[in-house]
């Protein structure tokens, strides 16, 4: 378990060297005028060329990468240049991590809870009633575009419960509907695979032995069936990860949370290189501790994962 | 009770042809023999009988069929032409649905009728080719991940530093370094569609190849090419059709997205994304919401029916839903 732990840790690692590399590089592809605040035509060459030798940006690309390597590790990420000038980064991201932090814990319990709850419920009712309804919304969040519903959840369910439309960090009721948005493409996959699972598990021939044992339905259910359905299900905790970033980007954006991803999308439209690199990073460094927690996780739940192969099928 | 069975069955046969000899027939020996099961009719058959997919399918071909012949029907107009009031001089804005403008006109005079069918054109466009390049590249890195076993660990640290960047982001980052444009798009797009199939391909070849069937195939000394064509890919197609047609929503989603970020299409190309975006700044005035409504419903038939569509044939498809 160590050893498998350690291993796939440093396999990240290397990861997040690559994908750090690799953001970098397609960064420098940009044109350099999003180096400049908005004078870019008033400067004269000279100066131009000056502004860009002090960010370091004529030296060749691996003199570049070096010293941002270097300036990763005491910490410092650049300036942004246009969305708040001369600033550090970190120091403008700082203030945003609590709230995409809290929102993703809101939105991850959230979707686990009433997905897992949903699931056993239809499950328990397949085929009848209940079971067509969540089906239904199954098969509407999974088809309709999260930017087309979400957008539409926001215009009308304001408008009909009276909540707020955009949030403000001082009043409790315009957490709701941002933190309910971001757990509804969860929900719903969480849903379809625990239905499937326990629909799987009600089939097998043990589940006749302990009807005939004499067990009730409840026992079953919850003493059988539940527990070898929490298995697989293990495997789309890190994958939930990755959604719950993809969709805070665009919530974050939609309530106007000052959290990362409204800024992301912020600064990506005003061009701010550098906080869009930092950005993107961040994101990316994310995403795959997530997956590499995921993995510990279906590791501890599942005696049965094959700890000691390597590579290949994952 | 008993005695009345017993004497039914005791009866004697009269029937004195059943007990005659057979000739030997080669034509009934034949047809013994053989099954009469062929994949694709059982395929056709089993969806058939899904009514909704049918009825959801005959609208999709009316409906791409349209997109494609409408800029040729008569007294259409041109998605980008701003409309002027011959009178006053002005441009027809923000027109209710009427008589002349049949889904109304936008913020600036263009008619919403001709953009909505220009976009859905330009999104389903980007989600074909999309949806191509998905099938052969994904198939074809899939093969190879899965038939060369020495390229299998490569290919996966590839895939694993890849998978492990969000998609959003890895798109954002794409998009965002290149100008906007349809290229662009559909570049980004590519470079990330192509993932899943060959995960997916690569999982099935590693699993089908080494089943008893297909090694017993090969000790009766079945060429490779009837293996592949008869035992693989009935596997493979049904799953390959049903993630083409899946990923027809997810590539009209993405572009949606990337649009509202402000990395999407350039404004003088209706896709959907834009007309959507066009909607949602003028969505706060009520009477102009019709702007963001029509184009959302277009969308949203478009991409439920894919879906369905697409596991619709799934179901149709498996050889295990077959008898």
């Given at each position: 378990m160590v050893k498998y732990s350690l291993r796939r840790f440093f396999q990240s690692i290397i990861t997040v060297f690559i994908v750090v590399t690799l953001v970098f590089l397609l960064m420098?592809?940009?044109?350099?005028?999003?180096?400049?605040?908005?004078s870019y035509d008033k400067l004269t060459p000279e100066q131009r060329e000056a502004i860009l030798r002090k960010f370091g940006l004529l030296d060749p690309w691996y003199v570049q990468l070096k010293n941002f390597y270097v300036s990763i590790f005491q910490g410092d990420l650049g300036h942004s240049i246009?969305?708040?000038?001369?600033?550090p980064v970190l120091e403008i991201i700082k203030l945003k991590i609590p709230y995409s932090f809290s929102f993703g814990i809101a939105a991850m319990v959230l979707s686990l809870t009433v997905g897992l709850a949903m699931g056993i419920h239809m499950a328990r009712e397949k085929g009848r009633f209940w079971d067509r309804v969540w089906s239904t919304y199954i098969v509407f969040i999974n088809a309709v575009p999260s930017a087309v519903y979400l957008l539409f959840i926001q215009l009308y369910i304001t408008y009909l419960t009276k909540l707020p439309m955009l949030f403000d960090k001082?009043?409790?009721?315009?957490?709701i509907l941002p933190a309910i948005s971001m757990s509804l493409g969860g929900t719903a996959g969480y849903a379809m695979w625990m239905r499937r699972y326990m629909v799987d598990q009600l089939n097998k021939d043990y589940i006749r032995l302990a009807r005939a044992k004499g067990m009730s339905n409840k026992q079953i259910m919850v003493k059988h069936v539940m527990r070898n359905a929490f298995v697989p299900m293990a495997q789309y905790l890190p994958a939930s990860v990755l959604f719950t970033i993809s969709g805070s980007i665009y919530i974050e954006s939609l309530y106007s949370i000052p959290g990362m991803g409204g800024l992301l999308v912020d600064v990506i439209q005003r061009q701010d290189n550098p906080l869009v690199q930092t950005l993107v990073l961040i994101y990316s460094v994310l995403g795959i501790f997530g997956l590499f927690l995921g993995d510990i996780l279906m590791a501890v739940f599942d005696p049965r994962i094959r700890l000691e192969k390597s590579g290949g099928a994952r | 009770m008993t005695s009345r069975k017993k004497e039914q069955i005791v009866q004697?046969?009269?029937?004195?042809?059943?007990f005659t000899f057979a000739q030997y027939d080669p034509e009934a020996a034949e047809r013994v023999g053989y099954s009469g099961y062929s994949y694709w009719g059982s395929t056709v058959r089993i969806f058939l009988k899904n009514k909704t997919a049918v009825f959801l399918l005959i609208m999709m071909m009316l409906l791409i069929a349209f997109t494609i012949i409408q800029p040729y029907l008569p007294n259409q107009k041109h998605p980008n032409k701003i409309h002027i009031?011959?009178?006053?001089?002005y441009q027809l804005r923000n027109?209710?649905?009427?008589?002349?403008?049949w889904f109304g006109t936008n913020v600036i005079g263009q008619d919403l009728w001709a953009r909505i069918w220009s976009g859905t054109r330009t999104s389903l466009l980007i989600a074909i080719i999309v949806g191509i390049w998905e099938i052969f590249f994904g198939i074809f890195i899939g093969a190879i991940w899965g038939y060369v076993r020495q390229l299998d660990a490569l290919i996966t640290e590839i895939y694993n530093v890849i998978n492990n960047v969000p998609t959003t982001i890895l798109l954002m980052l794409l998009t965002y370094i290149m100008r906007p444009s349809f290229k662009t798009m559909v570049v980004a797009m590519c470079a990330t569609g192509w993932l899943g199939m060959a995960r997916f391909v690569r999982n099935q070849i590693v699993i089908i190849r080494d089943q008893e069937y297909n090694l017993a195939s090969r000790c009766l000394g079945t060429p490779t090419s009837r293996i592949i064509t008869k035992n693989l890919l009935p596997y493979l197609v049904s799953v390959i059709v049903m993630r083409i047609a899946l990923s027809i929503p997810g590539t009209i989603g993405w572009e949606v997205f990337l649009t509202y970020i402000g990395l999407g299409l350039p404004v003088d190309t209706p896709s959907l994304g834009n007309l959507l975006n066009e909607g949602r700044q003028v969505m706060m005035a009520r009477s102009l919401r019709y702007q963001l409504i029509f184009p959302a419903i277009v969308l949203s038939v478009i991409t439920i029916s894919f879906y369905v569509l697409g596991n619709a044939f799934a179901d149709a498809s498996d050889p295990r839903n077959h008898y």
């Open positions: 420098r592809l940009l044109p350099v005028e999003g180096y400049f605040a908005d246009i969305y708040r000038p001369d600033v001082d009043s409790f009721i315009s957490w | 004697p046969i009269e029937d004195q042809a059943l009031d011959p009178e006053t001089g027109q209710r649905p009427n008589e002349e403008f």
